[in-house]
């Protein structure tokens, strides 16, 4: 099965009782027992209490797996859930863990507020340079975690030969999938460990539900996660599994469109005067544009760019804008707009932001699905609001 259709029938046969052709939500805590630790055997295996194992999830869990080339999928209440499950399963007090240096703001406040207090210690290296990591890893370390494209300066890592060298070491691989999907990228067929995804993101699509994700091929790596899963109980409940399972349904087909509408945009920008510079791994001016094209079958919905001007041009242009709505979060249908500095990213430090180069004027799109016309004319108008106020401003001065 392609992957379209692996989105679609992925163990969601019509259900055998009354031919329900979608998943019914298994709105229950507990499972009916034959005799006392008798389960009853059903389709997708034994069922006794839902925080260890629910139907309706474990058909999201087998879609997630099978989408991503992997064997096993665990689901969780959020994707700060699945990352939590994944540093208490496989980490102890005095490892050390490696994580990109523009990881996601959450991701890094866990690890720098909460996992250091357990003495898990961890190093921030730029991932575009493969030979970084190997700089990076020390005998104690046992785990690195990388996103690619990464948040929110879409700066990309080669897979591949991260994770030659990761198993040269003998360090646990984690793919933050995220920004990508696994319709653009499949980061275990290049050799990675674990698949880790924000559900709430592309995958359910559709800004309804918080949710996330690991993937596996490894037995021993999936016999561990199921464990901590149980043992930690932070698992998606099924009404959140059921509609995750609807959104992603029409995942490869909304992929299409994110990717379409992103590259016509983000050309759009780099030819626009009020407009610095622009960041999209499908642009040539992208450092990384044969990497990118190497690595994923297209170039994903989010675009980052920097506004001439200052703090202030920013926000008029904010207030310009009628459909782009300004919030955090991304990859649903409904296209969405943020100042990294001041709203995903505030939990760094203000000098790690300025290294990074995530000042005021840098912007980040989440490309909807709308129709393109539309969407490109609401960022031109806007665009030529702050160009004619700062035309005006400067004959005023002068
Ligand atoms: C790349 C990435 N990973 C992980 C997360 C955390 O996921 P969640 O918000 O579902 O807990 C996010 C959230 O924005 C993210 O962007």
């Known amino acids: 099965m392609k992957s379209a259709t692996i989105s679609i029938h992925e163990s969601q046969k019509p259900d055998g009782e009354y031919g329900s052709v979608t998943t019914p939500i298994h709105q229950t805590s507990t499972f009916a027992q034959h005799a006392p630790a008798e389960m009853m055997e059903g389709t997708l295996g034994k069922y006794d209490y839902s ?12 879609v997630l797996a099978r989408l991503e080339n992997g064997k096993h999928g665990f689901v969780f209440a959020s994707g700060m859930a699945a990352i939590t499950n994944l540093a208490l399963g496989f980490l102890s007090s005095g490892d050390h863990v490696i994580l990109g240096d523009d ?4 991701t890094f406040r866990l690890f720098d507020k909460v996992f250091k207090r357990f003495d898990i210690e961890s190093s921030y290296v730029d991932m575009t340079v493969p030979n970084n ?29 991260i994770t030659d060298i990761t198993t040269k070491y003998k360090v646990m691989s984690v793919v933050d999938n995220t920004f990508a999907s696994p319709i653009l990228q499949r980061p275990l067929d290049l050799g990675a460990d674990i698949i880790l995804h924000s559900t709430t993101k592309y995958i359910n699509g559709h800004s309804d539900v918080v949710g996330g994700a690991l993937i596996t091929n490894n037995e021993e790596y999936s016999e561990s996660i199921a464990f901590y899963q149980n043992t930690i109980g932070a698992t998606a409940d099924p009404l959140a599994s059921w ?16 990717n379409k509408n992103a590259k016509i945009l983000a050309e759009f920008l780099e030819g626009h005067d009020g407009v610095e510079k622009v960041i999209y791994p499908g642009l ?48 649903g249908v409904e296209s969405l707009i943020e100042i990294p500095a001041v709203m995903t990213h505030a939990a760094l430090t203000p000098e790690a932001r300025q290294d990074l180069g995530i000042s005021d004027t840098l912007i980040r799109l989440s490309v909807g699905i709308e129709d393109i016309e539309d969407l490109k004319s609401d960022l031109e108008q806007a665009l030529e609001s702050i160009t004619e106020n700062s035309f005006l401003q400067r004959k005023a001065v002068g």
Do not use: C, W
Request: glycine share 8%; no cysteine; hydrophobic share 40%.
């Open 133 to 161: 990591i190997a700089k990076a890893i020390k005998s104690n370390t046992k785990m690195l975690i990388l996103e690619t494209p990464t948040n929110p300066l879409l700066k990309l890592a080669d897979i591949k030969a």
């Open 103 to 106: 990881v996601y703001g959450g």
């Open 243 to 258: 509609l995750t399972l609807r959104g992603l349904k029409t995942l490869t087909l909304r992929m299409e469109r994110h």
């Open 51 to 62: 925080r260890s194992g629910n139907p309706t999830r474990s058909v999201l869990e087998n």
């Open 284 to 331: 040539a001016s992208h450092p990384q544009y044969e990497l990118a094209k190497k690595q994923m079958d297209d170039f994903g919905g989010m675009i980052s760019f920097y506004l001439k001007g200052d703090a202030e041009t920013t926000k008029k242009f904010f207030s310009q804008l009628e459909y782009f709505i300004l919030a955090e979060s991304l990859g």
